[in-house]
């Protein structure tokens, strides 16, 4: 496994158009239509209370139109975290391409994530999680996330989610 760089995108930086590009088509692929953020990543990158951080492997094999394109960096995950009032955040996604899941990529961007969250004396961190998702609610567990309740018909009439939260001790 290639050591990933974990980077706090800055839209304003040079380069960030296209890191922002790369990772609206790893939401397309990832994600069904009515789950995807794609169309609406920059209104949400534009707001002043979020953020999001990605991981970055170098000399790993980029897809660029359907064409593999070796020796550049691949971004093969991002978390996309919102502050919703001074005491609660918000995680919004939370993903990682297919090749690269069950190596700890994930868990090291949720990492980063509750870092940020804490330097921001955040009380509470919540999600939505499809329970048939076992791996991700088993990650979010894992770091002491919580099931508060299951919202009937969040992603379609037939999917559920599970509202989860941690809170941090003050």
């Not at 789950?35 to 094999?61: D, W």
């Not at 991700?136 to 509202?163: C, H, M, N, P, W």
Request: charged content about 30%; aromatic content about 8%; proline content about 2%.
């Amino acid at each position: 496994m290639n050591q990933a760089a974990i980077i706090e995108l800055d839209p304003s930086s040079k380069g960030a158009e296209k890191v922002i590009e790369e990772i609206v088509r790893l939401e397309r692929r990832i994600f069904p239509k009515h789950e995807s953020l794609a169309r609406s990543f920059h209104e949400e990158l534009r707001r002043k209370n979020g953020g999001l951080i990605y991981a970055k492997v170098e000399n790993g094999t980029q897809e660029r139109e359907e064409v593999k394109v070796k020796g550049e960096a691949e971004i093969i995950g991002y978390v996309m975290y919102s502050f919703v009032t001074s005491l609660c955040a918000s995680i919004t996604k939370l993903a990682v391409k297919d090749g690269y899941r069950r190596q700890g990529h994930g868990e090291t961007l949720l990492k980063a994530a509750i870092e940020r969250c804490r330097k921001r004396s955040i009380h509470r961190i919540s999600l939505h999680v499809d329970p048939a998702r076992a791996a991700a609610v088993s990650l979010y567990q894992k770091f002491g996330f919580q099931v508060d309740t299951t919202i009937k018909g969040y992603y379609s009439s037939e999917r559920d989610a599970y509202r989860m939260y941690l809170d941090f001790d003050q």
